[in-house]
């Protein structure tokens, strides 16, 4: 048995690979980030690599924070290129980036995606205002005579409004962990909890347990967490006409056989309501390049191109058939001007 | 215990004991309820048992039929036959026949000409947009390919078949279904009735659908395979078998034949069963860690996924040689000694040989293991899109179940089926590891 020489070869492969690895220059785009701007990123990289001699881009899916974790880790062939995210970078997260050498880092906006609240089509479309939702959704809400706040009482979309449904109350949502439902509690949640007067109140009173009344998500079977696979709460949602489901709209967009979108605010989530900013519940979606890339790994310029080209982001680009929502042609415009010179974020 | 005592003083106290005893009265009443009873009880054990089988089978038979009922029919792909004019004007104006021309020559344009010469009818340009769809983005580079092949097709009209698009290939195999409100499916009725006229004329085919097995991953679902995950797959786990089966092996040799028992050689011990409980995301860590960060490997190499999965198969394949080991019959190595072979020898030559049966089985179940891992793959960067076929193990990659968890959480219907296929085929590879070690087994186990 040749184990010996076996073990001798291993190493000799594995020592090849280590020295091999340290001279190995990185000729590939390398991009991480937000897994709701992934299917869009995914799209453009393949269409890059298919029409430009550059190797495709490798895209990691690992949400918007973690990807900026790994972007503001440094400069150099190591960390990732680009960086998606479904919210805007954070004045902490600008600092950390600055501390460890990422000074010029060049700020792309590509459109707008819907968060839409959907249930089966076997069931009548829900009509809810943001109070409405907050009130199905909080941990504390204010009680029915609006003095003092209370443990989340309501189990039946009647209790809430007799205009509801008389249906329990059952919402699938992603954990906190998720780009959506930071921005679900920010456009939502956050927003309806000051409309009640005793919880604006508190705002003045005591700042920590405003922020945590507004952004508590109740834990007693009203919200269950689905997990970050929106396509697992699609398929739950068919089978459970009761319940509703929160996720992005380009699952809706797919899915508008099976599923309807409730009206928020008395808007429906379409395409158009989106777009024109009537629906009250959408985000902008952004990608962050690191400047000081740009030269040493090719194809970054040309990857930016592409990304801010009409036929990719414009109305009737690729990218919105797969449901990402066009800024208006003006502001394209300006995008792209800044993405063409690589004009630096400032906060 | 007390039952042997007694029996030892029965026998000491001599006959007289033994005849105090009451005889048994083996036709009583008693007697038959209790062997009744006992007979009730093996029944039900049996029962128990054989429940338990069942409700295993009937789980696994639920969890065939659910991946089998939803992915059979990503095997197939619909193709739409159309007239295209290869137009020297479009791919090669100068009539040079250069390579280099052809390749970049707009094939899309002859597709959308071939489509808008179909149907005549279609004239405004969101309807165009929405005929174009019937045709996949990924058919330009088949009609490039046809005609870097052969450049005598160019001046020609010829009838060919393109691979569809996802949408359509949804309502040829009946996913869609014509008799929802229009507003809510992905196809208007403009669209649905092009592709029954398509469908009248006959040229609208189901084929094999070999993309599935050749490509890479793709935002297209009709154009995505899973070539490039098996591909990592393969160089991820080399990377493990080369790295964790040498080691294993020769860890698992000193610990039986060489090392001294000891306090130390127990704590190792110890720690070697410990580490094969560690959950497989701590592995992913330390790879993260001691690879990327220290090593400065390159992220969502093979190299690195089968450098991490190897500390996750090593305790796997210690604990397995190590039993094989064991179980060779020590008279084996006694006869070798005594015939003068030296302990390296007694073992290179008599016991590995023997023991080999038992490790190799131990090695292919730890593949396994590692071929359907992902956590600690997350780690390391190697859950990505990639879409080029890595051509070594220092190119970006992703492996199968990577492949399998990305397709699931892909908004496009098309990928529901594609991702039961891809577990079909990852399960069938499992299947070939698992009935590899069963044979390996059989074929060179001995009996003493």
Same mark, same amino acid.
């Given at each position: ?11 000799? =492969? ?28 995914? =799209?453009?990289?393949?269409?890059? +690599? ?16 973690? +990807? ?69 959704? =909080?941990? /504390? ?82 919200? /269950? ?19 509703? +489901? ?102 | ?190 669209? @649905? ?21 050749? %490509? ?36 698992? @040799? ?16 110890? %720690? ?8 497989? @995301? ?10 990327? %960060? ?21 305790? !796997? ?28 020898? !007694? ?11 038992? @490790? ?37 990659? !992703? ?50």
């Amino acid at each position: 048995m040749g184990i010996y020489m076996k073990k001798t070869l291993a190493i000799a =492969a594995l020592a090849s690979v280590a020295l091999t690895g340290a001279a190995h220059a990185r000729d590939q785009i390398r991009i991480v980030g937000s897994s709701t701007v992934f299917p869009f990123a995914t =799209a453009v990289a393949e269409e890059f +690599g298919k029409t430009t001699s550059f190797k495709t881009p490798v895209i990691e899916s690992t949400g918007s924070g973690g +990807g900026l974790k790994l972007f503001c880790a440094g400069v150099g062939e190591q960390t990732p290129d680009i960086t998606n995210a479904s919210r805007r970078i954070k004045k902490s997260e600008v600092e950390t980036c600055a501390k460890n050498g990422v000074e010029a880092i060049t700020e792309v906006k590509i459109g707008y995606d819907g968060i839409v609240l959907a249930n089966s089509k076997a069931a009548p479309q829900f009509e809810l205002s943001k109070e409405q939702i907050f009130l199905a959704l =909080a941990k /504390i809400v204010p009680s029915k005579d609006g003095k003092e706040l209370i443990e989340n009482p309501y189990n039946n979309w009647k209790e809430i409004d007799p205009s509801l449904p008389d249906e329990k109350i059952e919402v699938l949502g992603p954990p906190p962990t998720s780009g959506t439902r930071d921005a679900f509690t920010e456009l939502v949640l956050e927003e309806a909890c000051d409309e009640f007067p005793v919880i604006a109140e508190l705002k003045k009173a005591d700042k920590d347990k405003h922020k945590a009344v507004c952004g508590g998500v109740r834990e007693d079977g009203g919200y /269950i967490e689905a997990g970050e696979n929106d396509n697992l709460i699609v398929q739950k949602l068919e089978a459970n006409p009761v319940a509703l +489901g929160i996720f992005g709209f380009s699952f809706l967009d797919q899915n508008g056989d099976k599923l309807h979108g409730s009206k928020i605010g008395g808007v429906s989530p379409t395409f158009e309501a989106i777009a024109d900013g009537s629906y009250p519940v959408s985000r902008s979606l952004y990608f962050y390049v690191k400047n000081a890339h740009v030269g040493t790994i090719p194809g970054i310029e040309e990857y930016l191109a592409q990304f801010t080209s009409d036929k990719a982001w414009g109305d009737e680009g690729y990218l919105a058939d797969r449901g990402l929502i066009p800024m208006d042609k003006a502001e394209r415009e300006q995008v792209r001007e800044a993405a063409k010179n690589l004009t630096p974020l400032s906060m | 215990m007390t039952d042997m005592a007694s029996l030892m003083e029965d026998r000491a106290a001599g006959s007289d004991a033994a005849n105090m005893r009451k005889p048994v009265d083996w036709d009583s009443a008693d007697i038959a309820r209790n062997v009744k009873k006992r007979y009730a009880a093996e029944r039900r054990f049996k029962a128990y048992g054989l429940a338990a089988i069942l409700l295993a089978l009937a789980a696994l038979l639920m969890l065939g039929y659910s991946i089998v009922s939803k992915g059979y029919s990503a095997f197939v792909q619909t193709y739409v036959q159309l007239e295209v004019t290869f137009d020297p004007a479009t791919i090669d104006p100068d009539g040079t026949r250069d390579p280099a021309v052809i390749g970049r020559a707009n094939f899309d344009a002859l597709i959308k000409e071939a489509l808008r010469k179909r149907f005549p009818d279609v004239t405004s340009r969101s309807e165009k947009r929405k005929l174009y769809d019937i045709v996949s983005s990924g058919a330009a580079y088949d009609l490039r390919e046809r005609v870097m092949e052969n450049p005598s097709l160019i001046g020609q009209t010829r009838k060919v078949w393109l691979i569809a698009g996802d949408d359509f290939d949804m309502l040829n195999k009946g996913y869609i279904s014509a008799d929802t409100k229009e507003s809510s499916r992905r196809l208007d009725d403009d669209q @649905i009735s092009w592709f029954q006229s398509l469908t009248d004329s006959g040229a609208i085919e189901k084929r094999f659908h070999t993309r599935f097995f050749t %490509n890479g991953d793709s935002r297209e679902p009709e154009l995505a395979g899973i070539w490039g995950a098996a591909v990592g797959s393969f160089y991820t786990l080399a990377v493990t078998l080369i790295l964790s089966f040498p080691i294993g092996v020769a860890a698992a @040799i000193y610990l039986e034949e060489f090392a001294p028992k000891n306090r130390l050689t127990q704590i190792i011990e110890v %720690n070697i069963n410990n580490l094969a409980a560690v959950p497989s @995301i701590v592995f992913g860590l330390l790879g993260l860690e001691l690879y990327l %960060n220290v090593m400065h490997l390159p992220r969502s190499a093979p190299v690195v996924g089968g450098l991490t999965l190897a500390l996750m198969t090593l305790p !796997t394949i210690i604990i397995a040689a190590r039993a094989a080991i064991k179980a060779v019959p020590p008279s084996i190595r006694q006869a070798a000694l005594g015939l003068g072979a030296s302990p390296v020898q !007694t073992v290179s030559h008599h016991v590995l040989p023997l023991a080999m049966p038992g @490790i190799l089985t131990g090695t292919i179940i730890g593949m396994a293991q590692a071929l359907g891992e992902t956590a600690p793959l997350l780690m390391i960067g190697m859950v990505a899109f990639i879409v080029d076929i890595p051509g070594s193990a220092m190119d970006a990659a !992703t492996v199968l179940p990577v492949q399998i968890y990305l397709w699931a959480d892909s908004p496009e219907r098309a990928f529901v089926e594609k991702t039961s296929a891809a577990i079909m085929v990852l399960l069938a590879f499992l299947i070939l590891m698992n009935g590899l070690a069963v044979f390996l087994r059989k074929k060179f186990e001995r009996k003493w």
